[in-house]
């Protein structure tokens, strides 16, 4: 079908694809990002009618249908001129990249899609994760940062999806990256090196195999306090909550204390800006990240 | 008392014993000290009186030891060594010596493992057989006439 | 009174880890004329080498024990160094304290104490060594390649090429070998035919080669530069000056298209007189006198073929005239040629995959059914099979009904690697020709498939592995991990009872037609012809070379080398760079006029007169001698009449071995470097 | 027993290697997609033998299997594999085809049913809204007091919605349901 090609505003505004997580049990996550945007006077103009990418539970079981979802988003993004469009859930962006890449490599598909989700969509349309975006506004936020987070010790956890699949998402190192260190030291944080960066945490089996996420994420959290990290750095939803949320289970069950707070980039970004705690949603955790004086 | 060490002489031919012998070294397998090889060309050179000289001279035990029949380097050297050894066996208990003091045996250059295993055996039947004395009497006396 | 110089060699901790090197030199020290002991890191280093040098200078040394590893490995470089030093080479010795000391004997003490005893020994030998200089024997430039697959005739190219004569010895009727069976050669899929047969004919019409087809080497004398050799060209019954090749003889015979022919496997039929194949090379018939009905004929009446009046159809239809090509007279002739070097390019036979038969090395495999169904064929019938001049055409079609089988399994390590079975070594060439098998398979039959059994790929070398690869992943050759234990006849069908070792599960299939691909293993009459050369063959009679690493190409005796499969299982570009690289050593051989041999050969004494010598002409020697190298001396007075007739000995021929000097009754010859006094020495100090 | 000679085989592996766009011979059987796998304690086949089961086309093996369930879509294998072969998406393929034969492991039941309430979630409202799905999911799962005290909690912090939010497109995302739903 041929669909009404409405003329794009021309804007330099950055698209927001936040996800549900962010807008429910993650809103932390929004918060923050949306706070360190607006001190850094970025504007972020969310997608409008954006719905859910289908998260495993679309692409494990029908991949049509997580690519659709996804090209929807991607659709609506176009539609509204947003080329470039922060997603800071890694699984979001994974999907919105991959139904990019496939509609891009075969046009039956491309069209088959396009009817399914009943528009249609031109591409150029690039999802950037939350370490892009700190990443190519590193300037902006040196200039502004005094003390920053004064060596606070993080160890910066990516998990699986940030640089996972390599082909698809293109970001950083695959075995070992290096970018969130990056921004963490802009933040005159101190990263501390572990092993466990890109180990998975049971990502979305929270709900339906909390054992697998008591067993993997047990591992992550302490070879990052084996490193000597206060906090643990995340940029995934569904990372923060495994940590998070199951750290006292963790504790419980293996008979070990953690006290580990897990916190977001955007949240770290906030903090070292001088942003005032609440406005990041840092009472938020399971685990509360103390205050830190001079 | 320590336990007896016997002194075993082994006459061998270069082509195919002591080629054996130099496998068991380099596959590294461990074998009884006592021998003493004495290396020549082919067992066609060995004199028999060789086997009775090293008896003299101490050996508790000789092992005499070439090519398997019919792959002698020099094609017959080895057949003539085992025809002068069954005359020679005979010999043997008339110069006072137990023909089990003496050891005849093919080892091939692929045999070190045969070469290892065969040393220990000759060392356990000398060890068994107890120190060879007769001759040392022969050489007192040689030894005493050489000083006067 | 001598002066000798004792050196004991560490080698790095091979010996210093068991064996107490300085305190061996200080007891050395101690021993009978020595003058110099001391050890050292790595004698046979540079600077090692010179410590020795100049320590022979510096204590004018009349005798050198350097105390090592094996002479095997070094005496060489330690003679070398002594000459140079002005020390004659043969004053210079070895006591191997390693490979017979410091690696066999943990204990440190024993170790010791055994070293000091072997340098006692050699230290007491060499005493009594004299200087010796080398023998200057001529070379006859002639080669002799045995054997005319792909190994020989590279070999007698290269050769020829050169510039030297080559004499080219065949068993069968026509040059080339397995190669001439192949269809097409991994990885490349080149025809195996077209690049083999041009080399055959430069071969047999080469102006430096002679060939002798339908030939045998009866005996092999003589030593490096000097051999001489016995060949038995067998009765072909056909006069190949006069035959043209027409071929006229080979329609003629009654038996024509009724005898399995050996080339195609027993897939293909001949006659009685037959060539062959289409590219033989020399394109002319033999007789095969087991088979034809005229020789069996006589054989039965007892009278000589050629009073027979049975068929001879074959001369009949020979349309040369007056005197035919066929000669049924004609009887084995065996010629003899002088040759400098031998190069054994004999090559291997296939097991058939079948029972064993009479006089197999190893146990065969019953439970392929190789002999029991024609469905189940191995490698080399299926390269029949698959080759364009094959008896199909090239059509992959199965003996039984000549139908096109929809599904074939390849069963890889038939025999090898099955210990049980006699074989324990890989085959090297059977994971890629079977690759290749299930490639043309699925090229010739596009709705077959194609379903391998293996225990491991094994595809090291250019482009192999990826071959393989593409056999899996274009061809859709599948691949399952793991033996097959037994095939057994369902129907029209052959049950394949197997294993998945990676699923752990049995599997069944159910084939029109399996293909075994077999072990390579050496020739039946290996012993026996590595027996005529003296060279030695292991425990699978494969030829041995005369180190695995460093002389791959050398036989055990000098001026005899190896090429091609005769050595080891190979496949062709090894066996060609084998080949290739033992002409290089006969050309080596060939580029002096003569070669200097170690004196270390017997001597018959002289003596003073009235004497002459102590020998006593009994000439037991000569009949000792392996070599044939005593002969008659008379010895004559002024006059000129003969006082007596002693033995002497041809050093150009003697190879050393010493039989003589113990079958002396006079003692009257000496071994140079082995005399009786050398060796009581050496006793003496036990 | 495993028979060869069957066409049923051969079709499976066709199918699935169809919908992954890749030959399942390609993997040869390394296992080094089963060396770094996270989840591999708890699989009934290692991943190595999923795809050994594909290669042979073994169907019911295959579908079966706990494993393709507890796959955690972590990426790994994928990421470090040789031969390039997606054993990622091999598992979505897999997975997929288990529903649709009704074959899928009654071990795995949980993660099933969690992903059914995720998805009607998202039918219905183009976006999830936990309280709904989880509350399905437990009804489903039977996991009623699973997470009762961190559910509170959340709540307290205004982290889960007491009302669903549907967007305006949700008639669109229905339909993109049902065209994607149907064979």
Known sequence: ?294 | MAEFEPKIAAFVCTWCTYAGADLAGTSRLQYASNVRVIKLPCTGRIDFHFIIKAFERGADAVLVSGCHPGDCHYTAGNYHARRRWTVFRKLLEFAGIEPDRVTFAWVSAAEGAKWASLVNEVTEKARKLGPFTRYQRLNEIAEGEAER | MSRIGVFICHCGENIAATVDCPRVAREAASMPGVVHSVDYEYLCSDPGQSLIKDAIREHRLSGVVVASCSPRMHETTFRRAAAEAGLNPFRCEMANIREQCSWVHADREQATRKAVDLIRMMVHKVARNESLCPIKVPVNKTALVVGGGIAGIQAALDIANAGHRVILVEREPSIGGHMAQLSETFPTLDCSQCILTPRMVEAASHPNITLHVYSEIESLTGFIGNFEVKIRNKAKSVDLGLCTGCGACTLACPLAGRIGNEFDRGLGKRGAVYIPFPQAVPHKPVIDRAKCLRFQAAQKKGIPVQDCSVCGKCADACPIAPRKAIDFSQEDVIITEKVGAVVIATGYELYTGGRPRPGDRYAGCGEYGYDDYPDVINGMQFERLASASGPTQGRILRPSDGLEPQTVVFVKCVGSRDNAKGFTYCSKVCCMYTAKHAMLYRHKVHAGRAIVFYMDVRSPGKGFDEFVRRAIEDDDACYIRGRVSKITREGGKLLVQGADTLSGEQVEVMADMVVLATAMTARHDADELARKFRAAYDKDCWLTEAHPKLRPVESATAGVFLAGACQGPKDIPDSVAQASAAAGKVLVLFSSDELQREPLVARVNRTAPPQYSTCTGCFACKAACPAGAIEVEDITDKAGNTVKSVARVNEGVCQGCGTCVAACRSGSIELCGFTDEQVFAQIDAL | MLTLHDTTAAEFRAAVEASLGQKAALCYQCGKCTAGCPMAWDMDLSPNQVVHAVQLGMREKALRCKSIWVCASCETCSTRCPKDFDLARTMDVLRQMSLEAKMACPEAHDIIDFHRSFLNSIRRHGRTHEPEFIAEYKLRSLHFFQDAWNAVWMALRGKINPLPRSISGKAAIRRIFDRCRER
Request: with cysteine.
């Open chain 1, 1 to 294: 079908m041929t669909l009404p090609n409405q003329t794009p505003r021309s804007t330099c505004t950055l698209g927001y694809y936040p996800g549900c997580a962010l807008h429910g049990t993650s809103k932390e996550y929004d918060i923050s990002v949306r706070a360190v945007a607006a001190e850094l006077g970025q504007e972020l103009r969310e997608i409008e009618d954006w719905n859910c990418c289908g998260a495993s539970a679309g692409h494990s079981t029908n991949r049509k249908l997580a690519a659709c979802l996804s090209l929807r988003n991607l659709a609506l993004a176009r539609q509204q001129n947003l080329k470039t469009v922060l997603t800071p859930c890694p699984l979001c962006s994974k999907q919105l990249l991959s139904a990019a890449a496939e509609v891009a490599a075969n046009p039956q598909v491309r069209s088959e899609a396009e009817q399914t989700i009943e528009m249609s969509f031109g591409g150029g349309v690039r999802a950037i994760n939350y370490i892009q975006y700190c990443t190519d506004s590193l300037d902006a936020i040196s200039s502004r940062i005094g003390e920053g987070l004064r060596g606070l010790k993080a160890a910066c956890y990516y998990g699986c999806l940030l640089t996972r699949p390599p082909k698809v998402v293109q970001f950083d190192d695959a075995e070992h990256p290096t970018s969130m260190e990056n921004v963490v030291r802009a933040l005159k944080g101190e990263p501390v090196e572990f092993s466990c960066k890109t180990d998975c945490c049971g990502g979305g089996f929270t709900q339906s195999h909390p054992e697998a996420v008591l067993r993997l994420s047990r591992k992550i959290l302490e070879n990052a306090k084996a490193a000597g990290a206060e906090v643990i750095a995340v940029a995934c939803p569904m990372c923060q909550v495994n940590l998070d949320m199951r750290q006292a289970a963790i504790e419980k069950r293996y008979g070990i204390s953690l006290g580990l707070p897990i916190v977001y980039l955007s949240q770290l970004a906030g903090l070292a800006l001088g942003i005032d705690r609440k406005k990041l949603g840092l009472g938020l955790h399971f685990v509360s990240m103390p205050e830190r004086g001079a």
